[in-house]
């Protein structure tokens, strides 16, 4: 069983930095492609950003591409989202997720989720 725990959320000021986490337990980690998500009340949950197994390729959301950066660190099993230039827009509650292979397939564990505020 795959466990995913994010943390870092907060509240911040318009054009602040915040760098969430994400820890990932069970299972080889180096094997999973993982990403985030982000949700506010009454959407649908958003794609933000990816990145492969290996870190070598990544992918971002338009509205993020040039603020927001994803990394990890398999030694850690963990990932990084670094948030630049904040914007009240990227209020949500932010979700890790990391897709798992299972046989022929992948399954999506997610994890409960990181609240971010961007407010002055």
């Known amino acids: 069983q795959v466990q995913v725990v994010e943390s870092g959320g907060g509240l911040v000021q318009p054009g602040g930095s915040l760098r969430l986490s994400c820890a990932a337990s069970?299972?080889?980690?180096?094997?999973?492609?993982m990403g985030w998500f982000r949700q506010t009340p009454g959407l649908e949950r958003k794609f933000v950003a990816s990145?492969?197994?290996?870190?070598?390729?990544?992918n971002y959301d338009d509205a993020v591409k040039g603020r927001f950066t994803i990394s990890r660190d398999n030694a850690k099993n963990m990932v990084y989202l670094q948030m630049n230039n904040l914007e009240p827009e990227d209020t949500a509650v932010y979700y890790c997720y990391a897709d798992v292979p299972t046989g022929s397939t992948t399954f999506r564990y997610w994890g409960q989720g990181t609240q971010v505020t961007v407010s002055s």
């Open positions: 069970g299972g080889s980690f180096g094997d999973y492609a």
């Open positions: 990145i492969s197994w290996t870190g070598s390729d990544t």
